[in-house]
């Protein structure tokens, strides 16, 4: 019976195989095997519920297959059951079901109806692995596929301008979770030796006498899943992107953002609670960015004028309140906020366009001119300065400029003399001197040895922050992508763990998906003469298969798991050592500049306003 | 070629930009208008090249559109030979004829406006409107709230730039991230101009930049200049004007380059690369603009041939049947069906169309309302007032919407324990929808036993300058203009109703306009109850009587409401009818219900999702489960389709299915030889159904530009208006799910009088004649006597000879739901 928890991954995975393969025309079918879908797993989820309530809920740790094994490396998927699973997988599918069946109606005749249930369908995917998951890097896939269906579903109008331009911005705030989440796999990696099972966190001596002999390890592990949870969670200094994601239609935006992606980040400090509960200053912390959060979102959320931006910004709140509750330990507390928040907001968001009718209405009977609020008690000088503040969002946005996009495009644009030809002319020399280097790595001084790894990881570094600023080529951008991972193998290559199937491993897939990129960009630039980087072009309009083919080589150069590099890159990881922090948070960032500069060739040219404008285009601002 | 003199003048521009700017109100009053009034004073097809032009708006069907339409057979080849012969003569027939088929033609569009601040991209590399956007429509969309926000803007009386001044000098942060912008906002000595200067430099440009700069958010600057112009538009008022966000807007534009640049940038004029082509320069004729003219003339009159054949086929008889009642309905398209169906369910009785306002003109306030609501045609400016007393019903509520929700603390608790509540309203709300506080209802509009205030009382009688009611002299005069531009003055029926039209919905952002509109975009059940009493009142009668139409005492008559969403009627004050009437009254009330559920079913042809061949009132119960739910973003399908207006008698039309997309003005020529109620009727015609028309082909043609796109991410903006997402530009126009179903062809108005009396007629009013003048309006007359038809264009009436004779036959009007979801061609009905 335990094994049956395979199953709630399986049946949406099938759900959304099937899904993919309904031509688009059959709008009944497509909800048909989508709402069938969520329903069966609803059945299932409490057959078992009750099942596992029945058998004295214990924990259910479930070792599924290893993925790739070698010596002193064991990728294994791993999935687990308690009551943190069970609330969230019962909130998950009855707001999933419920969603799907209110879709159905909602989107008839929608252009883009299939590709709505594929993104709903691949989402609850994705939030059943995280769920589901027995050790973090199970975690880490479903984490991924939820990073990628936001994307989806905050685009899903892909022809105008804003929904492109925000799904891009949250996205990048997701890859800043998600590279908290990359490091605390690596550090715990270390910590542990071995990939580490949440059921093994529960083990109070084992975590305690690990963490007692690396007390540094263990802060920044925690750490690195804090900054993970809050960017999720929209939580302080991230909270802006939550009231930006609301582009998709309303269901769509209830359901994620009024619901459950929002909660995964509390939903992975609960699953480590276990880890850090002994730590008491990562205790405060949480807790502290929870207030600070919850104060904030408050302010802001009072004075939003638009109806979605104001729930958005109280879920925030609450889900700050959240925070608290899980640092200071009420587990249970937190779980039934956790559910009643998310049905108040998923419902609020659904029926918020009925709040012209209702208020006007309200209003026209209730006139009162308005009344005072608290803060008119407040001396004038205080009180403009909160509201004015709080109306800026607290300047969330523009530091996120200020401090993150800005300098990594001024960066960027020191590299301007790189061209697709002088990299041809500069990098790949380089690289072959570096291939040479390790050829005769024995006898080279060791302290060089020591170095070099870094400094080829920089530079790899160096190339794909180019890569996201790039303004003018598409295939440059292209190139120093699938050249970041080169680089990435020959640092790696140095550490003395060599293994050359690990290297193909992990470069099999960079090569495949950078060839059929190559090929998707070539064939594009033939029929439309000129792309460029500088604007959306929105080619998807005329070249949907193009688009879709791009899409998953993207991924797949993105390390996404549907080839061999997804595994290679956790490879990677396990090839650096402790002591190479820098070489890890080099490798870390690699990866997340990768997935954003490819999502931003993809947005660049195939997504947004149509450069052709025969047909009818929204306006910029629209 | 730089005129660096005194060439601009404020006051002319702020005047030409809110000409141009979308007029549309916030989302409470939304009425249907022209999207392009502005271009009213051109020739229709003058218009769509000029408006497409310069703005950029896409004003026709794409060639491949229409091509396509070609294929289907929806325009007839002969129509489309006949005008190009028409227009291009016998010897260019074939050249254009291959032009039209086949040619090809760029039909990218590369709009005058944006030109020249394209130049801050071009030249300086900098995205301007994606820095200052967000902000500006931020603090805008505060400032005008009407009740979203908990915590509103500070000193939202004053005008804005004063708020805005105050907010910048008392707080401790800035709009602004330097220092220049700012203080030039509290120095109050700036002009516009000299923001302008710093900005455009050479002073003949600035207009054109400041429409280049209000034309990237036409949604925000056309609120703007509404509320500006109808303050009381705003329930909570607002002192905004076009001049402060224009000067906020440079401010901020001035603080993005100073942030960027420095304060050292040149202005645009220095930078340009070349001057671009003034906005309002002339425009040339394309060949694509003759050939997109032709193919939407064929696709017109295609249908147009169709409906005076359908009408040629009528037989208009003086047989005067004895009438078991007679209903008075809304000119509106959507009673167009109901009315064929009350008719074929009770062959006495008799339909008459009329506006829905019948002829009363008033502000209703309901019982402890704090307003006034017009409910007579937005042009019209009343001077009474009818209040409601005595009303049962309480207004409910619903948690949902409580600003508490958003609160910390209370927030805290309430999703602790209301929020499983939510969950349960969720699933109730999925698997069973039902009425609840958030739906709009058209029957909510006036309590059903409350009292009307529609007697005047006293000479004192008054609140403010409104008059409370009535004299009998003025109910006279009004009841009298109703039955004399029907045609309605003898051989009353025993009962006789008058049935106003309102809608239900949930979710609906534009509720108001699926209202009456000839009531102001609401429900039309007051006017409906009030012209019941004063036709009831025996004082009224006895002065009619004087004036000649003599209702006899055997004649009652009686309120009504149409439900168009859900296919309900309510009567009001059943009570005052004597007991026979009562009696006749109950068999009628059948006829309704039979009519609706047969109503409901056709209508229900169009909703995919509903199996129209089931039994009529299973059908109906289903298209009633549509106004509630909460994920049905088509309640009802509103004037999609909407074609023609036909002003003349009911047996021109009485044995013909128009397809639910005529309106229909019952008018009788015979008591108006000199068309002076026939220039009342149009007076209104043109405006509403001209309005009504266009908006749809606009909203059609450009959904992206001119409509609203998908309702489906809309967002609610300050209670006023929706755009997409939270820093969006407000949306005008109509939302895709409005219009997916309509045929984008204009208005096609048949009259039935002597055509001189007619050119006679519509040119003693400027502002009608110019919607027939300039073809914005297709307007033909048919001759009474000769039954032939009279086409009007380049201001005179040509004789027109049809390609169909005959229309198709249906045995049976319950036959059409079953005819499948697409547009119907006009069928002659089978009488018994």
């Not at chain 2, 302008?196 to 930049?209: A, C, H, N, T």
Request: with cysteine.
């Amino acid at each position: 019976m335990e094994k049956m928890i395979v199953l709630f991954i399986i049946i949406p995975l099938v759900g959304f195989m099937i899904s993919l393969v309904v031509p688009s025309r059959k709008e009944n079918v497509i909800s048909f095997v989508s709402v069938s879908t969520i329903s069966l797993q609803l059945i299932a989820a409490i057959g078992f519920s009750f099942f596992w309530l029945w058998n004295h809920h214990h924990l259910i740790d479930l070792k599924e297959f290893s993925v790739y094994k070698a010596t002193d490396y064991d990728f294994y998927i791993q999935f687990y059951f308690d009551r943190i699973t069970l609330v969230f997988l019962l909130i998950g599918v009855l707001l999933t079901l419920l969603i799907t069946v209110y879709s159905r109606y909602y989107m008839h005749r929608e252009s883009g109806y299939k590709r709505f249930f594929n993104v709903i369908l691949f989402f609850y995917l994705g939030y059943n692995i995280v769920v589901f998951a027995g050790n973090l890097e199970t975690l880490f896939i479903g984490w991924e596929i939820l990073g990628i269906s936001s994307f989806l579903l905050i685009a899903f109008y892909r022809d105008r301008y804003l929904p492109v331009k925000n799904a891009v911005k949250v996205f990048s705030i997701y890859r800043i979770g998600d590279v908290g989440l990359i490091l605390a796999m690596w550090l715990s990696h270390h910590l542990w030796l071995t990939n580490i099972s949440f059921s093994r966190l529960n083990d109070y001596s084992l975590v305690h006498e690990q963490l007692s002999h690396h007390t540094l390890i263990g802060v920044v592990i925690s750490l690195c899943v804090l900054v993970s949870a809050t960017a999720k969670s929209a939580q302080l200094p991230f909270s802006s992107w939550l009231p930006r994601a609301m582009e998709g239609p309303t269901p769509s935006s209830a359901i994620f953002y009024g619901s459950l992606s929002v909660h995964m980040g509390v939903f992975i400090l609960m699953r480590t609670f276990h880890f850090w509960e002994h730590q008491l200053s990562i205790r405060f912390l949480i807790g502290f960015v929870g207030a600070a959060t919850s104060v904030v979102a408050t302010l802001t959320a009072r004075v939003q004028s638009s109806v979605k931006s104001q729930i958005a910004y109280a879920s925030i709140a609450q889900i700050g309140l959240i925070f608290i509750e899980v640092a200071a330990g009420w587990e249970v507390f937190a779980l039934i906020h956790v559910a009643g928040n998310a049905f108040l907001r998923t419902y609020q968001l659904l029926v918020s366009p009925s709040v012209v009718s209702y208020k006007i209405r309200e209003q026209f009977y209730n006139f009162v001119p308005r009344s005072k609020t608290i803060e008119d008690s407040f001396p004038k000088r205080i009180e403009n300065t909160l509201y004015l503040m709080s109306l800026k969002e607290w300047s969330l946005d523009s530091l996120m400029y200020q401090f993150l996009w800005n300098p990594l495009k001024r960066f960027g644009n020191k590299l301007n003399f790189l061209h697709f030809k002088t990299v041809f002319l500069i990098v790949i020399p380089v690289y072959v001197v570096g291939i040479v280097l390790l050829a005769n790595r024995s006898a080279l001084d060791p302290l060089l040895v020591n170095y070099l790894p870094g400094i080829f990881a920089l530079i790899g570094l160096v190339l794909v922050m180019k890569a996201f600023t790039e303004r003018t080529s598409v295939r440059l951008s292209w190139l120093l992508v699938i050249l970041n991972h080169f680089w990435i193998a020959l640092a790696i290559s140095f550490n003395e763990h060599f293994d050359v199937v690990h290297i193909l491993l992990y470069l099999s897939g960079v090569v495949l998906s950078g060839t059929i990129g190559f090929l998707g960009i070539y064939r594009l630039k033939n029929q439309e003469g000129k792309l460029d980087m500088n604007r959306f072009q929105g080619h998807v309009y005329e070249h949907p298969k193009i688009a879709l083919v791009f899409l998953l080589a993207c991924l797949g150069l993105a390390g996404f798991p549907i080839t061999p590099t997804f595994l290679g890159e956790d490879l990677i990881f396990s090839h650096i050592h402790e002591n190479q922090f820098f070489l890890a948070l080099f490798v870390a960032l690699s990866f997340i500049m990768d997935g954003l500069a490819l999502i931003r060739i993809y947005a660049r040219v195939f997504l947004g306003p149509h450069s052709k404008t025969y047909h009818q285009v929204a306006k910029r601002s629209s | 070629m730089e005129s660096k003199g005194n060439s601009f003048d404020k006051q002319h521009v702020l005047q030409e930009l809110r000409h141009y700017l979308p007029a549309q109100a916030p989302l409470k009053d939304f009425v249907h208008h022209n999207t392009l009034h502005a271009f009213q004073g051109l020739n229709f097809f003058e218009a769509l090249l000029e408006s497409s032009t310069i703005f950029g708006y896409k004003t026709a069907l794409s060639l491949k559109e229409f091509r396509t339409l070609f294929q289907q057979r929806k325009i007839s080849r002969r129509i489309l030979e006949r005008i190009i012969i028409d227009k291009k003569g016998d010897s260019q027939a074939l050249i254009w004829s291959n032009k039209v088929h086949h040619a090809q033609y760029e039909e990218t569009q590369c709009p005058r406006i944006g030109a020249l601040r394209n130049t801050w991209k071009e030249a300086y590399k900098i995205d301007l409107d994606s820095m200052v956007h967000p902000v500006l429509f931020r603090i805008l969309c505060s400032y005008l709230d009407q009740g979203i926000s908990i915590w509103n803007f500070p000193g939202e009386k004053k005008s804005l730039l004063d708020a805005l001044r105050e907010l910048e000098k008392n707080s401790f942060t800035s709009f602004f991230r330097t220092q220049r912008a700012r203080a030039l906002l509290l120095d109050e000595s700036v002009t516009l101009e000299l923001l302008l200067g710093l900005l455009v430099g050479d002073e003949s440009l600035f207009e054109q930049y400041i429409f280049d700069q209000q034309f990237e958010h036409p949604g925000w600057s056309g609120m703007v200049s509404t509320i500006e112009t109808n303050p009381s538009t705003l329930l909570d008022s607002r002192n905004c004007s076009l001049a402060d966000l224009i000067f906020f807007e440079c401010l901020l534009e001035i603080d993005v380059l100073d942030n960027h640049f420095g304060e050292i940038w040149a202005p645009i004029s220095e930078k340009m690369i070349s001057r671009p082509t003034a906005l309002f320069a002339p425009v040339a004729k394309t060949e694509l603009s003759d050939v997109l003219q032709i193919w939407q003339e064929a696709y017109e009159w295609t249908f147009y041939d169709q409906v005076l054949a359908g009408i040629s086929s009528a037989k208009p008889s003086d047989e005067k049947i004895d009438k078991s009642f007679q209903a008075f309905f809304c000119i509106d398209d959507r009673e167009c069906s109901i009315r064929r169906y009350v008719e074929a369910t009770d062959e006495r009785a008799e339909t008459v169309g009329t506006p829905g306002h019948f002829n009363l003109d008033f502000y209703f306030q309901p019982e402890h309302g704090k307003f006034h609501t017009k409910v007579c045609p937005m042009p019209v400016q009343p001077k009474f007032l009818i209040k409601e007393t005595n009303k049962a019903s309480k207004l409910k509520t619903d948690v949902h919407f409580n600003q508490k929700t958003h609160g910390l603390l209370v927030g805290w608790v309430l999703t602790h324990t209301f929020g499983f509540w939510s969950a349960l309203r969720l699933f109730l709300s999925v698997f069973r929808p039902s009425d609840s506080p958030s739906a709009v209802s058209a029957a909510k509009h006036m309590d059903k036993n409350s009292i009307l205030s529609y007697e005047n009382q006293a000479e004192n009688d008054r609140e403010g300058d409104l008059q409370i009611g009535y004299t009998i002299p003025e109910m006279t005069d009004r009841l009298e203009g109703l039955l004399r531009s029907t045609g309605i003055v003898d051989h009353f029926a025993p009962l006789v109703y008058f049935v106003g039209h309102g809608a239900s919905s949930v979710n609906n952002t534009h509720y108001a306009g699926y209202d009456c509109g000839a009531c102001s975009g609401r429900p039309g059940s007051v006017n409906a109850r009030v012209i019941s009493a004063i036709a009831n009142n025996p004082e009224v009668r006895r002065l009619l009587a004087t004036r000649g139409i003599v209702i006899p005492e055997t004649t009652q008559f009686c309120g009504a409401l149409h439900d168009t969403s859900k296919d309900e009627i309510l009567f009001y004050d059943i009570e005052v009818l004597d007991s026979s009437h009562r009696i006749a009254h109950e068999k009628n009330v059948a006829t309704f219900v039979k009519a609706l559920d047969l109503n409901a079913q056709e209508r229900s042809r169009r909703f995919m999702n509903i199996d129209s061949s089931m039994e009529a009132s299973k059908v109906h119960q289903l298209v009633k489960k549509r106004t509630v739910s909460l994920f049905e973003p088509r309640p009802e399908l509103n004037h999609a389709t909407n074609a023609i207006c036909v002003i003349g008698r009911r047996e021109l039309t009485k044995a013909i299915s128009l397809d639910r997309r005529s309106f229909l003005n019952s008018y009788d020529y015979r008591i108006d030889l000199d068309g002076k109620l026939l220039l009342g009727i149009l007076n209104a015609a043109a405006p509403v159904c001209g309005g009504i028309n266009l908006e749809y082909y606009f909203s059609r043609v450009d959904n992206q530009k001119l409509g609203a796109g998908t309702k489906l991410p809309h967002n609610v903006m300050g209670l006023i208006g929706v755009a997409n997402g939270i820093d969006g530009d407000l949306r005008t126009g109509l939302p895709n799910q409005m219009i997916e179903v309509h045929d984008p062809i204009r208005m096609f108005i048949v009259v039935e009088h002597f055509p001189s009396a007619v050119l006679e007629t519509i040119q003693r009013n400027a502002s009608t004649y110019e919607w027939f003048k300039n073809e914005w309006l297709k307007l033909v007359v048919r001759h009474p006597e000769s039954g032939a038809f009279y086409v009007f264009s380049d201001g005179k009436f040509n004789h027109y000879t049809g390609f169909e004779t005959t229309v198709p036959c249906l045995d049976d009007v319950r036959e059409i739901p079953t005819l499948g979801a697409e547009n119907l061609p006009i069928y002659s009905i089978k009488t018994a």
